[in-house]
């Protein structure tokens, strides 16, 4: 199934600052994509993820013919990073960059305001099922030891 994550955590906490809608997403995404629980206090996780980051805007792609705007870059980027309880750090400080281009016309800006909000939430749901990936795949990886 598309967004099913395995993890091998019993909690994870969300700390850092991330936006209300980023936090809600990747509580969503690991609520319902993963058998994992959603920690409030970070001493009750088996891993902590840290929101080091959360950026989102948009950039002017293209003018028109008349020199108007006519399409937008949006753009989010995330800064994380994980760690276990002993401070094992699981994800060194990382980045997501993300964008979606998006056409722009001076006759519809309500709508173009809306369709950018929804833009923006199915980037950032992307986003944080693709955290959780990161998260599971560096949490398999077998760590080097030194001696």
């Known amino acids: 199934m598309r967004g099913m994550v395995d993890l091998p955590f019993k909690a994870i ?34 891993l902590v993820l840290e929101i080091t980051n959360d950026i989102s805007g948009r950039e002017i792609l293209a003018y028109n013919s008349t020199g108007q705007v006519s399409a937008y870059r949006l753009n989010i980027r995330v800064g994380f990073r994980a760690f276990d309880l002993a401070g094992t750090e699981i994800i060194p400080d990382s980045e997501i960059y993300m964008t979606r281009d998006m056409d722009f016309s001076n006759t519809t800006v309500l709508a173009t305001d809306v369709q950018q909000q929804q833009f923006l939430s199915l980037l950032r749901k992307d986003l944080a099922v693709q955290i959780l990936r990161r998260v599971s795949a560096s949490a398999k990886a077998p760590r080097s030891r030194s001696f």
């Open 13 to 46: 906490a969300i700390t850092g600052n991330p936006s209300p809608p980023l936090r809600a997403d990747i509580q969503t995404a690991i609520l319902t994509g993963t058998d994992v629980k959603v920690a409030i206090n970070p001493k009750d996780a088996d």
